[in-house]
């Protein structure tokens, strides 16, 4: 198992920027595959990033490709993620999330029943 705890959450302008982390507890952060969701109040939880094991491979929904940049510090047992140019439309909680290595697949990063762990989420809030 392992445990995630969100940060970096906050009020911001539009066009601004905040750069969310999640940390992770135990000593196997690096056999996990990571991702960010987010869910707006009245919306279904949707894919926002992710990123595989070693950071090698990065992948991003089209409503934020550009503008959105998943990372991942394995030595810190930290993944984050930088938001710049933010839109009211990014409002949201965004929720941390941790696919081991037996259920990772390429192909289905975007798909919230590959990740077995999640964290509490953290509220982002963009005013127009």
């Known amino acids: 198992q392992v445990q995630l705890v969100e940060s970096g959450g906050g009020l911001v302008q539009d066009g601004g920027s905040l750069r969310l982390s999640c940390a992770a507890s135990?000593?196997?952060?690096?056999?996990?595959?990571m991702g960010w969701f987010r869910q707006a109040p009245g919306k279904e939880r949707e894919f926002v990033a992710a990123i595989n094991w070693s950071g090698s491979s990065t992948y991003q929904a089209d409503s934020v490709k550009g503008r959105f940049t998943i990372s991942r510090d394995n030595a810190e047992n930290t993944v984050y993620l930088q938001m710049n140019s933010l839109k009211p439309e990014d409002t949201a909680v965004y929720y941390c999330?941790?696919?081991?290595?037996?259920?990772?697949?390429?192909?289905?990063?975007?798909?919230?029943?590959?990740?077995?762990?999640w964290g509490q989420g953290t509220q982002v809030t963009v005013s127009s």
């Open positions: 135990g000593r196997s952060f690096s056999n996990y595959a």
């Open positions: 999330a941790a696919a081991p290595w037996r259920y990772y697949s390429d192909s289905n990063v975007a798909l919230s029943n590959m990740y077995h762990y």
